[in-house]
């Protein structure tokens, strides 16, 4: 199976930071990852797929880069609404799809 | 509205069984491969199993291969997951999900249900 990370686990950050999260892949999966937001109580919130691509509805201060093995996630500038766990995941087959731990961005 | 709506959670016993549904409204899943996703209270997002539209084939998580079972009934717009076997480490919110398209290309998750916990103690 597909091994997922990220980094860092805890972010502290303020309103009005760049941000940038990353994701690891233990083999290449091309182009297909997606990213998540997700806050407490709630569903997870697609926000980036295929890479880069943004979905529709989602702020363009959010952006995605990457291929093979390593990718990130940017928040051009941090909003309050942005404070909340974003996870990586895979989509590289019909096989087992996987999720990275997750990245908890915190206020500073 | 576009929706997807857990329901069947709650406190079983070790080696009991739960059946979980999730409803959709404002589309038809019969269009859709559909997957269940977990997750243990303050910790990660774990998949769990999928199903393609006709119910020809389905996918399970090592975790609970041979103990859980996922269905679909489409004239409900329904999809099921039958929990037995239960184990403490069974506890967890678990979600419904839709892949954005039938390709594997596509399989991101663009529509969640609100979720269902599931609670496995004596």
């Known amino acids: 199976d597909i091994q997922m990370t990220q980094s860092p686990s805890t972010l502290s950050a303020s309103v009005g930071d760049r941000v940038t999260i990353t994701c690891r892949a233990s083999?290449?999966?091309?182009?297909?990852l997606a990213w998540y937001q997700q806050k407490p109580g709630k569903a997870p919130n697609l926000l980036i797929y295929q890479a880069s691509s943004l979905e529709s509805g989602v702020p363009s201060r959010f952006s995605g880069s990457g291929s093979g093995t390593e990718f990130t996630l940017t928040i051009s500038s941090l909003q309050p609404d942005d404070f909340a766990t974003y996870y990586c995941?895979?989509?590289?087959?019909?096989?087992?799809?996987?999720f990275g731990p997750g990245t908890k961005v915190d206020i500073k | 509205e576009v929706q997807l709506v857990e329901s069947g959670g709650g406190l079983v016993q070790p080696g009991g069984s739960l059946r979980l549904s999730c409803a959709a409204s404002g589309f038809t899943i019969s269009s859709y491969w559909m997957h269940w996703v977990r997750q243990v209270p303050g910790k990660g997002l774990v998949w769990v199993s999928s199903i393609n539209s006709d119910a020809t084939n389905t996918n399970y998580a090592d975790s609970v291969k041979g103990r859980f079972t996922i269905s679909r009934d489409n004239a409900k717009n329904t999809l099921y997951l039958q929990m037995n076997s239960l184990r403490a480490e069974d506890t967890a919110v678990h979600f419904c999900?839709?892949?954005?398209?039938?390709?594997?290309?596509?399989?991101?998750?663009?529509?969640w249900g609100r979720g269902t916990l599931v609670t496995v103690s004596s």
């Open positions: 999900a839709r892949v954005a398209g039938s390709s594997w290309s596509y399989w991101y998750f663009d529509l």
């Open positions: 995941q895979q989509y590289n087959s019909y096989s087992t799809i996987t």
């Open positions: 083999q290449s999966i091309s182009i297909w």
